[in-house]
């Protein structure tokens, strides 16, 4: 794991660089349709990125995360998605990511957020508590990958829908 790794909020000078990170990370990717970066740009346009984090080695951008609210049963109650999560190839599986996610949950957990979902490979993310519950839906997709965490209260139960800029 990389050490020198320093996680900060977004500034405008990494949108171009969050761009490519995010175009890199998931062009190869088997369950990409390769928009993610414009969903970024959706969600950055339409004032809906919660929180927004980019990783930093040596003052070079090399990850970013983003959360943003999400509704269940048409009602935001403090639950938000993790989506999308970016590392640049060269500096994949090296704890980038890991460290993302775990500076992202505590990041929305400032805004109060009562849980997290997300759409993602059940191996990687079971590792920070996400689990797939029968009680949250996303609708059109195999259940097993989408996936909850609850951070405090009891947990919702419904459809979830994310922003508009992942339709």
């Given amino acids: 794991m990389n050490q020198n790794i320093n996680i900060l909020p977004e500034c405008n000078d990494d949108i171009n660089a969050i761009e490519i990170i995010t175009i890199e990370a998931f062009k190869n990717h088997p369950h990409s349709n390769q928009t993610e970066h414009k969903i970024l740009t959706a969600l950055r346009d339409d004032n809906a990125l919660s ?50 996610i775990l500076s992202g949950l505590e990041a929305i957990c400032e805004l109060d957020a009562k849980g997290c979902v997300l759409l993602g490979e059940p191996e990687y993310y079971n590792r920070f508590g996400f689990k797939a519950l029968g009680e949250l839906v996303l609708k059109g997709v195999p259940p097993e990958y989408f996936q909850s965490l609850l951070l405090s209260g009891e947990m919702p139960s419904g459809n979830i829908e994310y922003h508009k800029a992942f339709s």
């Fill in 51 to 100: 929180v927004s984090l980019v990783a930093e080695i040596k003052d070079e951008v090399v990850g970013h995360i983003a959360f943003s609210k999400v509704k269940i049963n048409n009602e935001f109650i403090d639950w938000y998605g993790l989506a999308p999560v970016s590392v640049k190839p060269k500096y994949q599986n090296q704890g980038i990511g890991s460290q993302l």
